[in-house]
């Protein structure tokens, strides 16, 4: 099918080639991308009209079994939803951040799982094993607010209003704090174990040299601290460091306020022990797969409308939910 090559392939005219191969007749890339931003611009229009009808104030007659939106694959027992945002070309704007929601679901092995796959040892030896499958998501160049209305639209598709645990890793910032928070009100919200380290790395560099025993002895011993969940002792250990150079110090001072404010999402050995996820590599990883793979290529540049078409086919094409969506947009 020649939708799914042009999502799928480099770019149209590789598609069109893959294409002809295929059924051996003859097809233009400039059909292809016709087609193609066609059908996508149908699969927008169908996903903005279900974020508005997620998101409509509520309407007589109705009662918490309304359904605003259809199910796909339901997560009942244990899910997980993160969001991120990465960049593509837009002409004649520049560079344009694409939010992407990734949701999950969430199964949890004993940790004797664990082990026994343990190549080398690590911190998570002893934790239960987490895995994430089942992944879809939402991608699009959208505004926090609007993210929020397909974000909630894609989780009632999901069923994580039903679901019996969710939560969400994320990076940390505000806007996609405020945003699940108003949307899933009972997840569980975790910043994502590698921004956290990577913060005190980036701070034990800058303060006592890259490359040095010290730094790696004063960084470890604050990730055990952090890992056991006792961010307050990480606060003080940083209030503690008294760099010379003011760019220096300004970057502690701004360190310590981010672990004072994330404390509450920072509760790793709780987090650990429910199983849930502490990494938001499902969305970082979809910002790969979903988005760069067809959106980043050398030298292209999008006309926005082509490609938020884009961005809704392939939110689909890489849900598994490709002949679904294509049923969905026939006369």
């Known amino acids: 099918m020649a939708t799914r090559q042009g999502l799928q392939a480099k770019s149209f005219e590789s598609a069109a080639e893959g294409y002809s191969e295929s059924v051996g007749g003859a097809i233009s890339g400039d059909s292809v991308q016709r087609i193609t931003q066609g059908w996508g611009a149908q699969v927008d229009q169908q996903r903005n009209a279900a974020a508005e009808r997620a998101t409509a104030p509520a309407q007589r007659g109705e009662t918490p079994r309304t359904q605003r939106v259809g199910e796909i694959a339901p997560l009942q027992e244990r899910a997980n939803i993160s969001t991120d945002g990465t960049m593509i070309l837009v002409r004649h704007e520049g560079w344009k951040e694409v939010k992407v929601t990734a949701i999950s679901a969430v199964t949890v092995q004993a940790a004797g799982v664990r082990a026994a796959q343990q190549v080398r040892p690590s911190r998570r030896e002893h934790d239960p094993l ?90 470890e011993a604050r990730l055990d601290k952090l890992w056991a969940g006792e961010v307050s002792r990480v606060v003080t250990a940083l209030e503690g460091l008294a760099p010379t150079a003011e760019e220096v110090a300004e970057q502690v001072r701004q360190a310590a306020g981010y672990f004072r404010n994330q404390t509450p999402r920072m509760r790793y050995a709780e987090f650990r022990a429910a199983g849930d996820p502490i990494g938001s590599g499902t969305v970082e990883s979809a910002a790969s797969t979903v988005v760069h793979h067809r959106m980043r290529r050398p030298g292209q540049g999008w006309k926005r409308d082509n490609a938020q078409a884009m961005l809704a086919g392939l939110s689909e094409l890489h849900s598994d939910r490709f002949d679904h969506a294509w049923q969905a947009t026939l006369p």
Do not use: P
């Open 130 to 219: 987490v895995r994430l499958s089942q992944h879809s998501y939402q991608a699009g160049l959208w505004d926090a607010d609007t993210m929020a209305r397909h974000q909630y639209a894609e989780g009632l598709r999901r069923g994580l209003e039903r679901c019996a645990h969710l939560s969400s890793v994320n990076d940390g910032a505000e806007w996609i704090q405020r945003i699940t928070q108003t949307n899933f009100s009972h997840a569980v919200q975790i910043v994502d174990w590698s921004h956290g380290s990577g913060r005190l790395w980036d701070v034990g560099k800058a303060v006592l040299g890259e490359g040095k025993a010290e730094t790696k002895g004063w960084v």
